[in-house]
């Protein structure tokens, strides 16, 4: 069965330090990968996804970016966060085209201070 | 583009029927998903309708008509453990989903 992983499930950062979330999947091979974030009590805006090794395509210009360095393994990276960068960070991944069935994993709670 | 129209509140009572409405504007069309989000937790796939009509799994079902870019989730024989979040879905056939804004379901006993 396929698994998703995420770590670390909370930080609290400084503002102006780096970040590195990193998530992983499990038993499904080329999968398409997402990240989210999510303000409290807010929908979901989708910042990268990916649809295969080195792809990349972003949603929102913003001060993060993402890779793709391995077929199951998506980062998503900052050199520098600020305050507004705070929220409940996804992944999920999901397989095909066109299919509105996406898998999340558990998530990561970053606080900015 | 796609938006997606939902609630952003609904209560109801234990043990009753409650229905959270979802229309779209889009661009493309392939179908509207139906996601379940708990407090503090991930957004979880619940149901997924492609053509017009409604899907059952168990106490939740689905319904969807294309011609009104309408689609609603129907909860039956609520239980305390439904407070959560529902986002309704569409990805036009693209790699990404388009989500709602959620609709917040509190249950009171």
């Known amino acids: 069965s396929q698994t998703i992983h995420q770590w670390p499930a909370t930080l609290v950062q400084p503002v102006g330090s780096p970040l590195s979330l990193e998530c992983t999947v499990e038993g499904t091979s080329n999968p398409n990968l997402y990240w989210y974030r999510q303000a409290a009590g807010r929908g979901l805006q989708l910042l990268f996804y990916s649809v295969g090794i080195g792809q990349i395509s972003s949603e929102v210009p913003q001060n993060l970016s993402a890779s793709r360095p391995q077929d199951r393994q998506f980062i998503l990276s900052s050199k520098k966060l600020l305050l507004s960068d705070s929220g409940f960070y996804l992944c999920?991944?999901?397989?095909?085209?066109?299919?509105?069935?996406?898998?999340f994993g558990p998530g990561t709670r970053l606080t900015v201070l | 583009g796609q938006s997606l129209e939902q609630p952003s509140e609904v209560t109801a009572v234990e043990g009753a029927i409650v229905q959270i409405n979802c229309t779209y504007q889009t661009s493309g069309f392939y179908g509207l998903s139906w996601y379940q989000q708990h407090d503090g937790g991930a957004p979880t796939f619940l149901s997924y309708n492609a053509l017009d009509g409604l899907e059952e799994t168990g106490r939740f079902s689905s319904f969807l008509s294309r011609s009104d870019s309408y689609g609603y989730l129907l909860l039956q024989e609520l239980q305390m453990k439904d407070s959560a979040s529902y986002f309704c879905?569409?990805?036009?056939?693209?790699?990404?989903?388009?989500f709602g804004k959620g609709t917040k379901l509190s249950v009171i006993p």
């Open positions: 999920a991944w999901s397989v095909g085209r066109g299919t509105d069935t996406q898998y």
């Open positions: 879905a569409t990805g036009a056939g693209s790699y990404q989903l388009t």
